[in-house]
């Protein structure tokens, strides 16, 4: 599995079709987090719009590689597991940004809650940042691995499929990512950063769901 997921891996960064989904999320951020706000809510503002970013993700690492080759790794080393390796590198991709992202935004933002009344230690608010970003990555990566190939075969139904996927997720109440972001909102008005701890778990549990789905479905569709 090393050796693919470092195929995988270099396959994506040679693309540089991760370059759209990546400034995009910039944008994002640029657009949505301002220095000075109360760093609660900008993290909240962080880690969802990571969501549709680890989606978009996914779906590069399982269709940009050409078909010959596909073949060749599945052939070699299991369809299931290839298809594995593409969705654990474009969770491994969207976790690092994330994590980057989320450090970046709690040193530029203001250490208090909303209307700056209580201090927020910056240590604290990033430790309930993270875990939330996490469960997005994860939440979005099983998106992604359930609009795509092979579950998904034509681009016409899977891509409005997976916009439509990314965005229930972050609004249908009772989603990981919703209870995340939602945490952190409501921490910023008291003051208060809570660790998402049981979302993040819930997350794990649907990413491996999703993934053993579109693995299972990778080896039963092989040619």
Do not use: K
Request: some cysteine; overall charge positive; charged content about 10%.
């Amino acid at each position: 599995m090393t050796a693919l997921l470092r195929y995988q891996s270099d396959l994506l960064l040679r693309s540089q079709r991760w370059l759209p989904p990546v400034i995009l999320y910039a944008v994002f951020l640029c657009v949505g987090v301002r220095s000075g706000e109360p760093v609660l809510d900008s993290l909240g503002y962080t880690a969802a719009a990571l969501l549709p970013v680890a989606a978009w993700l996914t779906r590069i690492c399982v269709t940009g590689e050409p078909a010959a080759a596909r073949a060749c790794v599945a052939a070699a080393r299991g369809p299931a597991r290839a298809q594995l390796a593409g969705l654990l590198t474009a969770l491994f991709a969207a976790a690092l940004l994330g994590t980057a992202a989320t450090v970046v935004v709690a040193l530029i933002s203001d250490p208090a809650s909303n209307g700056h009344r209580v201090h927020v230690a910056p240590w604290r608010a990033t430790a309930s940042g993270l875990p939330a970003a996490l469960a997005c990555a994860l939440l979005g990566a099983a998106v992604g691995a359930l609009t795509c190939r092979p579950v998904l075969r034509s681009t016409g139904r899977a891509v409005p499929a997976m916009l439509l996927g990314a965005l229930l997720a972050l609004v249908v109440a009772g989603s990981p990512a919703q209870a995340a972001v939602s945490g952190l909102v409501t921490g910023s008005r008291t003051g208060r950063a809570p660790v998402p701890v049981l979302p993040l778990v819930a997350a794990a549990l649907v990413a491996a769901a999703a993934f053993a789905v579109s693995a299972r479905l990778a080896s039963r569709r092989a040619p």
